[in-house]
């Protein structure tokens, strides 16, 4: 199913015509709102997609026709349409506008861990947004590299 939800529908990333949104529409009501603020009410009233059992039973037609309205919005202008109609919704970053954010860069979330076979040195990551008023989270490397550790593991369980 990829980013879609399995028996909620439509909750999943749709593209826009800059970029991706994710969109959370977890109830029939949220639905008729979602479909008004895209300028698509002929679906809210469509009733092969009246009730959420319904969408999931029909997502195969549903989706699309959500999709090409979806794409003749900018991120900006859908999130704005989707959050001022109660319509659970966010945007879809890339990294460098993930540790560009403001709350990012106020809750000083980005850390540079040390990663020597990366170019630079370190490996841009995020901490916890977990803060103890007595304790500091220890950060002493990058995450591991795909297999860098399997010899590691192996040997700690006695295996060749």
């Not at 029939?28 to 092969?48: H, V």
């Not at 900006?76 to 460098?96: E, F, M, N, Y």
């Not at 841009?124 to 002493?140: C, D, N």
Request: proline content about 8%; glycine content about 8%.
């Amino acid at each position: 199913m990829g980013n879609a939800h399995l028996n909620i529908v439509p909750y999943q990333l749709f593209e826009t015509r800059d970029g991706h949104v994710v969109v959370g529409v977890g109830n029939d009501a949220q639905y008729r709102s979602f479909c008004g603020a895209i300028g698509a009410a002929e679906l809210a009233r469509d009733p092969r997609f009246a009730s959420n059992a319904d969408r999931v039973r029909n997502r195969g037609l549903l989706v699309p026709a959500l999709a090409a309205v979806v794409r003749s919005f900018s991120s900006a202008q859908l999130l704005s349409a989707l959050k001022a109609s109660g319509v659970p919704c966010g945007p879809i970053h890339s990294v460098a506008e993930v540790f560009a954010d403001p709350q990012v860069l106020a809750r000083r979330l980005r850390v540079d861990l040390p990663a020597p076979d990366v170019p630079g040195g370190t490996l841009p990551s995020v901490r916890t947004p977990i803060v103890f008023s007595e304790a500091q989270l220890a950060l002493h490397r990058a995450a591991p590299r795909l297999g860098e550790h399997t010899a590691e593991v192996l040997r700690e369980l006695g295996l060749p």
